[in-house]
């Protein structure tokens, strides 16, 4: 479910319909501040909201451009411009050896597992697979750009629905795996 949440403005961006993508991103934007307040005031650390203050930074900066220039010539990219920006956070995060799904699993991981080497590893698999399904994402909604709404609405869900459904399933293998060796 932390991934639902952490993502939730980028799902309610790309299930509003582009005619209104200034509303959408300002609803984005106000999701995301409320998102980073609310898990600071939970005790969350900012390095541990990496992609919710990416998404505060991106969705204002939408905002401004869809209200002071709504015909611009980057709406059509904006589907293929917001993947890009969730692969270039994700893919700094693991640059910079934080990758971002370790502050979502720390939430339900006890803090003995959390310098572990697998538990780091395991967070650096799946932060590079939400990164490359981002990159993979981005490059098709630019090729979309032009295309009707249906066809960019099913690619950026399935932009997230993918290395969601992975991220659940390698976290499975892996908890299985651990348990397995625990037993012998």
């Known amino acids: ?13 790309a299930l509003i319909p582009s005619a209104h993508w200034n509303w959408a991103a300002l ?26 203050l990416g998404s505060a930074v991106f969705f204002a900066a939408v905002t401004v451009l869809a209200f002071t220039s709504p ?10 411009l917001s993947s890009a920006t969730l692969a270039l956070i994700a893919g700094i995060s693991l640059a910079v050896r934080k990758p971002f799904t370790l502050g979502i699993a720390k939430q339900t991981t006890p ?22 399904c981002f990159a993979v994402t981005a490059v098709a909604l630019a090729a979309l750009a032009d ?3 249906t066809a960019r609405t099913l690619v950026q869900v399935a932009g997230f629905v993918v290395p969601m459904v992975f ?16 037993t012998h």
């Open 27 to 52: 609803i984005a934007l106000v999701l995301s501040i409320g998102l980073v307040a609310q898990q600071t005031r939970a005790g969350r650390t900012l390095d541990a909201q990496i992609i919710e």
């Open 111 to 132: 803090r003995e597992f959390w310098d572990q080497p697998l538990f780091v590893r395991t967070n650096v698999i799946i932060t590079a697979v939400w990164t490359a």
């Open 147 to 149: 295309s009707g709404s």
């Open 71 to 80: 015909d611009s010539g980057l709406h059509p990219y904006t589907p293929a």
């Open 167 to 182: 991220t659940l399933r390698y976290v499975a293998h892996i908890q299985a795996k651990a348990a397995q060796l625990r």
């Open 1 to 13: 479910m932390s991934y639902l949440r952490t993502f939730a403005p980028w799902i309610v961006y």
